[in-house]
């Protein structure tokens, strides 16, 4: 497998409706656009409903999500940055 050149990070907490919103508009985007990046939610420590919404995105989008109990921002942009593939890390 390839690497992809492009690994697009969202680190989320307990905001499950602002991440539907955000993979719905990221799903309007042409093929070409996820032709070569992934897509990582890094779940930090949720308790709403992130992991069903991330998993009902899942079949038209390269994501992963990806849980980080370590509570805090920087837990999660530091979890991110340890699983991501990508040459370019993109934090939304």
Known sequence: MIAPLVSVCICTYNRCESL???????????E???HDAELLIIDNNCSDATAAVAESHGDRLPLRRISET????SHARNRALAEARGQWVLFT
């Open 20 to 30: 539907d919103r955000t993979l719905t508009t990221l799903e309007q985007q042409t």
């Open 32 to 34: 070409d656009a996820w």
């Open 70 to 73: 370590k509570q805090g921002l």
